[in-house]
């Protein structure tokens, strides 16, 4: 028996415009990104390249507005998008939904002024952006970060240091969540700050487990000097402006992991029906068939969950619990299946001459950016039962 070509994901899509858009991404995805993914992963390059791609084909902007050279498209849309990018490699996939997620404050918060200035250039204009949250000493307890903007005249002077940044180093620019006032999420506020100013500087990327190709670094800020007018939204609401992004930021991880968990199924199938043991395909036998079920019911399940969170969001309605949940049942399931899509390949599958291995790897991280997985429990329980009483 031949092996099985693995089949376009069947997506309910809710126009022809958006078909159209999705066909163009998985075009991109599997003759620009594709082909390149495991040997530029290993070389920890990063495709600059094909965001500028991206960037030039209108695909960087997505769910903002046309008015500013986005693409006017719901999440439901834009996720699928994301999800196609990311099943032909993470590092873009991953990459697209950061750049997003440093767009949000600006194109949401910003003003009208702002967003005339700096929106088309980063949603259409080929820059490359980075979100400035989490720092050594502050990742699941953002709201304690120590990074200091102190007023000078019409300026701010920023000083500390940011970790995990992805994009860190190269983005042009940074979305900067930064202490302006007093302890506690209300001296926060945020920040667009050029990834060229006097003072920013990052260190070298950290050695990861996977997704070599993305940099993640720190980013420090030795005085860096910003005017006024790149302060976003009000002097302290810069923590609720994060949180506002995060919840987003959140459904595009989840769409991510799918993409990963729905490569690493395909690469199973295929696998599997061509794969001869006791002279006929190793898909005959149930308990390798059973496990492929539950792989794609896992998927399907995942996919389902992050597309009814999307259209919360895109009705306008609250969708904080259900990005949530997205995120921690996508993410987990993305490490479950790219771990029995090693099993399906046996040894074959511990080595880097097929790609669940590095699908394997880079799912685990998708459990822990942008919020834990622990700290998603956190977020839904609170929503079912309240703050916790401590």
């Known amino acids: 028996m031949p092996d099985r070509a693995p089949q376009p994901v069947d997506r309910q899509l809710p126009t022809d415009e958006a078909r159209d858009l999705i066909s163009l991404v998985r075009d991109i995805a599997q003759r620009e990104i594709a082909p390149k993914a495991a040997e530029e992963e290993d070389a920890g390059h990063f495709p600059r390249e094909v965001f500028s791609l991206l960037s030039e084909s209108g695909l960087l902007g997505l769910p903002y507005g046309s008015e500013y050279g986005g693409g006017d498209q719901p999440y439901e ?4 998008a994301l999800e196609e990018l990311a099943a032909a490699r993470l590092t873009v996939g991953l990459g697209v939904s950061v750049h997003s997620l440093a767009c949000h404050a600006l194109a949401n918060y910003g003003t009208k002024e702002q967003q005339v200035e700096h929106l088309p250039a980063m949603l259409g204009g080929g820059l490359l952006g980075a979100y400035c949250l989490s720092e050594p000493s502050s990742g699941s307890d953002a709201a304690s970060l120590r990074t200091k903007a102190v007023r000078d005249g019409d300026d701010w002077v920023i000083t500390g240091t940011k970790a995990w940044i992805t994009h860190g180093g190269i983005a042009d620019f940074y979305t900067v969540l930064a202490r302006s006032g007093g302890d506690g999420p209300r001296g926060i506020t945020a920040f667009l700050v050029p990834g060229d100013a006097e003072g920013l500087s990052a260190a070298p990327p950290e050695k990861k487990m996977g997704m070599k ?13 910003v005017s006024d007018d790149r302060r976003i939204g009000d002097e302290g609401q810069g923590f609720a ?5 995060l919840d987003s930021g959140r459904l595009g991880i989840a769409a991510c992991a799918i993409g990963v968990a729905q490569a690493a199924l395909d690469e199973a199938v295929s696998y599997a029906t061509g794969r001869q043991q006791f002279g006929r395909p190793i898909s005959d036998f149930q308990g390798l068939r059973f496990m492929l079920a539950d792989m794609a019911t896992q998927i399907e399940a995942g996919r389902a969950l992050y597309l009814a969170a999307a259209r919360l969001r895109d009705a306008g309605r609250p969708f904080s619990k259900q990005a949530a949940m997205a995120k921690l049942l996508c993410t987990d399931t993305a490490m479950k299946v790219t771990t029995d899509a090693v099993q399906v390949l046996g040894g074959y599958g511990y080595t880097a001459d097929f790609p669940v291995e590095r699908y394997m790897r880079e799912a685990k991280v998708l459990q822990i950016v942008e919020g834990t997985n622990q700290i998603q429990r956190m977020v839904i329980a609170r929503h079912l039962a309240g703050p916790d009483s401590r």
């Open 77 to 80: 849309v834009y996720l699928q």
């Open 241 to 245: 402006i994060a949180l506002s992004a």
């Open 213 to 225: 190709g993305s940099p993640t670094a720190q980013v420090h800020f030795d005085g860096v000097r």
